[in-house]
């Protein structure tokens, strides 16, 4: 079954420990404000009323309020304008992720692990190259799941 945006916001939510109020204060941090209810209906499953689909512009506003979440804001004399990635691929989420817990390559790895799925550095390397570069590795569904997953004991642990 293929990973939604939805999917991998439930995933994040769940595994990040990010109970509602957290996340309509990270959509906030990303200049996109989100409503409680809003982020509710996009939880539910697709056959629930009130569904809501998250498109890949919203999951990405949402990673960027991530990473200042965790992170704290730039700091810039002006602000960035409102240019969301239109089309998020599964390595676009992995860099976001890695750039807002300020994951080091050893800590994706030691994470994969805890996953029970094991990467070289020269396939983890790969995920993080440019579309186009003779290296690049797209990112599966599975390997973005088993990351998410890996990140609920290192996260928890680490982070908080």
């Keep these: 079954m ?11 939510r769940y595994n ?27 939880l539910k499953k697709e056959e629930d009323e009130g569904y809501i689909e998250c498109t890949d512009a919203v999951l990405s506003k949402f990673l960027d309020g991530f990473i200042v979440f965790k992170r704290g804001k730039k700091d810039e004399a002006t602000p960035a304008p409102f240019n969301p990635k ?23 790895m030691a994470i994969m692990e805890k996953a029970g799925a094991k990467i070289t550095r020269s396939e983890l390397s790969a995920l993080f190259r ?31």
């Design 16 to 42: 990040l420990n990010l109970n509602d109020n957290r996340l309509v204060e990270i959509f906030k941090l990303s200049g996109m404000p989100v409503e409680r209810e809003t982020i509710q209906n996009m």
């Design 86 to 108: 239109l089309f998020l691929t599964n390595n676009d989420i992995l860099k976001k992720l890695r750039i807002a817990l300020e994951l080091k390559e050893e800590d994706v």
């Design 130 to 160: 440019q579309i186009g570069n003779r290296n690049y590795k797209p990112c599966g569904d599975q390997f973005l799941r088993n990351f998410i997953v890996g990140l609920k004991d290192v996260y928890n642990k680490k982070y908080e």
């Design 2 to 12: 293929p990973l939604t945006n939805n999917d991998t916001l439930k995933r994040l």
